[in-house]
């Protein structure tokens, strides 16, 4: 894949046919998913390096979209750096016991972001989402934690779950693939692929059980969970840059387009969120 196409991949500058080839590649071989990993280690390189003696915009300007993606991914750096150095100094100076060293990754507007996690789970995160994950899985489970949307195809280990928490659910998986979204004001909806799951609001007893094809929507407000038959593409397609919206109202449609362009709609009409 050309070097030149990957970072404008990278820069969410690409075309739709281009971020198309990209995904198409990256679903080809294990060996274009590592590639891609390295480039895009290398892009954050060098974005890292021309922002190092830029300063922050006072208020009362919009920040570039390309802007804002190098200042995330310095402060992430230096988040990065921090935990390395004080994980350091805990194992080698005071010597407890062993401790997890955690990732943090932060995607910002208008960006998605591909991973691979030391077990071989394979995650896509969606824009203005963040997952914290540990540098390599040794416990009983698989533990990550997640705010934002994200799609899963998890590696198959039945003694080693792999769990997600949100701040209202924790899905428990066994080897599947399936999405959650905790974007939504009004609560978070966890959609199955294949494979199976099970799903628990964090103040109820109650494990929900998924099957393909099958959307768990946790309502915030009436401290609920309901299950519903959906096609799973209408949630899903994210992942290669596809919009697919049926039967939404223009807010919610608009909402997250807002995410992608790193904009804010505003209403005239309350009528006109209403429209289907």
Not at 76 to 91: E, G, K, P, W
Not at 124 to 146: G, H, I, K, Q
Not at 174 to 190: I, P, Q
Not at 233 to 261: A, C, H, P, Q
């Amino acid at each position: 894949m050309d070097r030149n196409v990957l970072h404008r991949f990278f820069a969410g500058t690409a075309s739709f046919e281009e971020e198309e080839a990209v995904c198409d590649w990256v679903d080809a071989s294990d060996k274009n998913r590592e590639e891609l990993i390295r480039e895009r280690k290398y892009f954050d390189v060098l974005l890292l390096h021309k922002t190092k003696n830029s300063s922050m915009v006072r208020s009362g300007h919009r920040f570039s979209l390309p802007f804002v993606i190098r200042e995330s991914l310095k402060i992430a750096a230096a988040i990065s750096v921090l935990v390395v150095s004080a994980l350091y100094i805990y194992n080698n100076v005071a010597k407890p016991a062993p401790v997890l060293a955690m990732n943090k990754l932060v995607v910002p507007p208008g960006q998605r972001a591909n991973l691979t996690l030391s077990d071989g789970t394979n995650v896509w995160l969606n824009a203005c989402s963040e997952m914290t994950y540990p540098a390599s899985f040794s416990e009983d489970t698989r533990r990550v934690s997640l705010k934002g949307e994200a799609y899963f195809d998890v590696s198959k280990d039945v003694e080693h779950p792999f769990i997600v928490v949100t701040d209202d659910v924790q899905v428990r998986v066994y080897g599947t693939s399936f999405n959650v979204n905790t974007l939504g004001a009004d609560g978070v909806r966890t959609v199955l692929v294949e494979g199976k799951v099970g799903i628990r609001g964090q103040d109820l007893d109650r494990e929900y059980v998924l099957k393909p094809n099958e959307l768990a929507f946790y309502d915030r407000n009436s401290r609920d969970m309901k299950i519903e038959t959906v096609d799973p593409d209408l949630y899903t397609l994210w992942r290669k840059g596809i919009f697919v919206f049926e039967r939404e109202t223009l807010e919610n449609i608009m909402n997250t387009l807002s995410l992608w362009y790193d904009m804010e709609v505003f209403f005239q009409s309350e009528r006109a969120k209403q429209l289907h």
